[in-house]
């Protein structure tokens, strides 16, 4: 088999945040039997080649025996960087809908963080699951699921076909525009939004373009706006469209 490039299967496990060891010792085991590493000698052999950072160092720190142990290995592992209950719901109830993720997946990791934090997961039905994939949602998909949900039960799957069709019929539409901006709009990300076009200055006085009604030529031989009503410091205030207190 050619030479095993590491970034072409699974990412080095480093202990950093937003890394999960048990996502990632999954990937690894699928690896390590598309390599071909039929035993736990060539398997724990091959698996410091997978680490780097804070996780390597753990690995290091353990005995030339606990090392070729895989049972041993996964446990120092759990111990020192496992996501803990607290950290778990924290990111569970901040989890949203990424603007390139799939519905299966979002819930996918929905259920993995609700069982992190202690919650057991129940089933089609699970009222906390469905609470936070709708709360997950942007706007625009939320409005809709309640829509077309409205007076049943949400359910996991209901909610699942309504986010695919909305996922597909976004992707439609930016086809047929030729961009990628109703997905990012829908998303609701203000980073996605476009800018407004910037307005010219216009006065509120002589309905000129180019300066402000403070600034405006004609409020007065002194060249200083008029002032009237009362605004902060006792000075009277106008509206600038009447010109009436």
Known sequence: MASL???????????????????????????ANIQ???TEEKIMKNFPLFLDGDAF?????????DKK??????EAMVTSFSMTKAAAYHAFVGRRLKVDESADAYVADLKRLATLSGHTVTGDG??????????????TYARELRLTTAGQDMKVSACLNVVRA??????????QSGTGVAAAAAAGGAQYQSAPPKKSLMCFRCNE????????PSAGSSGKPQQSGYGRGGRRITCFFCDQD
Not at 57 to 65: H, N, P, R, T
Not at 209 to 215: A, Q, T
């Open 69 to 74: 142990e895989k049972d041993k290995v996964c």
């Open 209 to 216: 373009v180019g300066h402000m009604r403070k600034h405006c």
């Open 57 to 65: 160092l753990v690995f290091s720190k353990m005995s030339s025996a």
């Open 36 to 38: 071909g590493w039929d």
């Open 126 to 139: 699970d009222a906390m699951i469905v609470a936070q994939l709708v709360a997950g949602l942007p706007p």
């Open 5 to 31: 490039k590491l970034d072409n299967y699974i990412k080095a496990f480093g202990g950093r945040p937003g890394q999960d060891w048990q996502q990632f010792w999954e990937k690894f085991e699928v690896l």
């Open 166 to 175: 909305l996922r597909i019929a976004t992707a439609d539409s930016d086809a």
